[in-house]
């Protein structure tokens, strides 16, 4: 399973002075411009809001009261500095430039006056995703296609490094194509749609061996696997509610039928992470191993069930899920249709944020 990690910077925490010193007249563009030049010499990061300052100060005193159309609420990053620059009201040109100008210089005098590098490339550059999860749904949608029709007896999930799967990184929410949020939100419950679908129509056995921690629909989807072997330091999240989104994965179904409604409720509503000991006594997980041995066991395990009459096995699998095919197609569905609806929701758009502003970085 590939691993879609957000990545955390380094934190610096910056204690404000009352209030800056303000200059009737205000600062000139040459202290304007020296400003500008200052604050590429900055070593540390100065933290999400003081960063929305800098901003909203520097469009202020270059392009006065903010006039432009609100971002869509999926943009979350550019919504986030409308919203700064937005809240400075008519604060006049010249006090928005001093403004900057003292907020820079406290900056600068914090860190000792010294002088770093001008960092290369633009700002916005620093914040591209690098991996987009929707090329990675497609990928493992291709590879279940092709697994399914190839001579293989059956076919394992496993995941890179310490991590299983970290969850979606959800920069790719900010990624607003033309056709704006609906748009962006209908194709992508489309991609989930199909990706699910991928697993609920594979007809050979499917196998998780989960080697560490796991987030969102890589757990979600372990309903519709055959087997999941775990490590014992493998944990399971599902924080859709504290994003401000809903069950996938038809997790909705399978979660309440493996472990019971309280538990399965516990985790999808309430954003509770199980253990792996925990996810096996609800059903969630098959066996759990010592992560000393884990790979050991489990692959030589695996080998000898490939070992296995493979039609015999791929008969079978396909007699146990005929029975839930159409229910589970239907669950998918219904899911898909209340997570569009999520994704463009205010809510899931100040969850969200509120999840940038505590992780992540602007």
């Not at 600062?27 to 999400?48: H, I, Y």
């Not at 040109?93 to 914090?110: F, K, P, T, W």
Request: aromatic fraction near 10%; proline fraction near 5%; hydrophobic fraction near 40%.
């Amino acid at each position: 399973m590939g691993m879609m990690s957000q990545r955390a910077g380094s934190v610096y925490l910056l204690k404000e002075p009352d209030r800056f010193p303000l200059s009737c007249a205000g600062a000139t563009v040459e202290q304007f411009e020296e400003a500008k030049s200052r604050m590429s010499s900055l070593k540390q990061d100065p933290g999400n809001d003081v960063k929305l300052k800098i901003y909203a100060l520097f469009k202020q005193s270059t392009l006065g009261p903010c006039t432009t159309p609100r971002p869509g609420m999926l943009d979350f990053i550019n919504k986030a500095k409308w919203d700064a620059w937005k809240a400075l009201g008519e604060t006049p040109q010249e006090d928005a430039r001093q403004q900057y100008c003292d907020l820079i210089g406290s900056l600068v005098s914090a860190e000792g006056g010294s002088v770093a590098a001008k960092p290369s490339g633009s700002a916005s550059a620093q914040y591209e995703t690098l991996l987009s999860v929707l090329q990675m749904y497609d990928e493992i949608v291709t590879a279940l296609e092709q697994a399914g029709k190839d001579n293989s007896v059956l076919t394992v999930f496993t995941g890179a490094g310490d991590f299983y799967c970290s969850g979606n990184d959800l920069t790719n929410f900010t990624k607003i194509p033309d056709g704006g949020v609906e748009l962006m939100a209908k194709q992508a419950g489309e991609l989930l749609r199909k990706y699910v679908k991928a697993y609920i129509d594979f007809p050979k056995p499917l196998v998780a061996v989960v080697n560490g921690p796991a987030v969102g629909i890589s757990v979600t989807a372990l309903g519709l696997f055959d087997l999941v072997y775990a490590t014992e330091r493998a944990t399971f999240h599902t924080p859709f509610s504290q994003l401000g989104q809903s069950a996938e994965g038809c997790s909705s179904y399978t979660f309440p039928k493996i472990m019971g409604n309280a538990k399965a409720s516990e985790m999808l509503l309430f954003n509770k992470k199980l253990t792996a000991a925990q996810a096996c006594d609800f059903g969630l997980v098959t066996e759990v191993f010592p992560d000393s041995s884990f790979n050991s066991e489990v692959w030589t395990r695996l080998k000898s069930y490939a070992a296995l009459p493979p039609n015999s096995l791929a008969l079978s699998k396909q007699l146990i899920r005929s029975t839930e095919r159409e229910r589970l197609h239907a669950v998918n569905d219904a899911e898909v249709e209340l997570l569009v609806e999520r994704w463009t929701s205010d809510e899931c758009f100040t969850a969200i944020m509120n999840f940038f502003q505590s992780k992540a970085k602007l």
